[in-house]
């Protein structure tokens, strides 16, 4: 499968605890994007890499979250201290720069259940 | 402030008819908008992308319209099949100053097609 994969598909986790998910996006692709979504919303933007560089953070991301590219390739997103309102679907995205970089393609997504 | 809306409700339709999903925006200059379907628990799939300049782009059974003056974009599924039962997003990338490249997504809407 070529793909993009996230790991773990699920978390449970308890009020208070630190998670990490792991992205893993399609090898050619330099662009990598992280979304948060839930229940009958679109994703939201949280932040966004280009090859091991952050670009971009939205206001969303509050200072309890950390991504991280080291080497341009896989991804995590660390969530300190979760609170309730951090249950939600996390999607990671991969694009390529030249021809198709427009087009997005989205991981399962992690399921962060926080109780 | 800015807001994109979909369809605000679900949209069931017949097998063999044409599907018509709205997108409304307000407060945006979007440089282009695309189009995505979200199965339940998986990541939104990229279908169609259209830019500012273009009124329409076809894809085998699907169209969509960009109306900049209107603020609206029309995503059309001719011939629809239960298969095509999901959700779909429309997703706006807004260029502004230094490396905007997150889209913005509406909160989609549930389209059902009954055999």
């Known amino acids: 499968d070529t793909g993009v994969s996230q790991d773990p598909r699920h978390k449970i986790t308890k009020r208070g605890q630190n998670v990490t998910f792991r992205c893993d996006p399609i090898?050619?692709?330099?662009?990598l994007y992280w979304y948060r979504q839930t229940l009958g919303q679109g994703p939201e933007f949280l932040t966004y890499f280009q090859n091991e560089a952050q670009l971009e953070k939205s206001r969303l991301l509050s200072d309890r979250f950390s991504a991280e590219r080291p080497k341009g390739s896989f991804s995590t997103l660390e969530i300190q201290r979760t609170e309730q309102g951090d249950s939600a679907m996390y999607l990671c995205a991969s694009s390529f720069r030249a021809g198709k970089e427009y087009e997005q393609y989205f991981g399962p997504g992690t399921r962060l259940t926080v109780t | 402030s800015q807001k994109i809306e979909q369809n605000s409700e679900a949209l069931n339709i017949q097998e063999g008819k044409t599907a018509t999903l709205t997108c409304n925006y307000t407060n945006y200059s979007p440089a282009y908008l695309q189009w995505y379907r979200q199965d339940p628990g998986r990541g939104p799939v990229f279908l169609l992308l259209i830019r500012e300049n273009e009124k329409e782009k076809r894809k085998e059974r699907l169209k969509v319209t960009f109306d900049t003056t209107l603020k609206q974009s029309l995503f059309h599924i001719t011939a629809s099949q239960p298969a095509d039962s999901a959700t779909y997003l429309c997703?706006?990338?807004?260029?502004?100053?230094?490396?905007?490249?997150?889209?913005?997504f509406g909160s989609g809407t549930q389209l059902t097609v009954l055999p």
């Open positions: 090898s050619e692709h330099n662009r």
């Open positions: 997703a706006l990338r807004i260029l502004s100053s230094g490396s905007a490249r997150q889209l913005t």
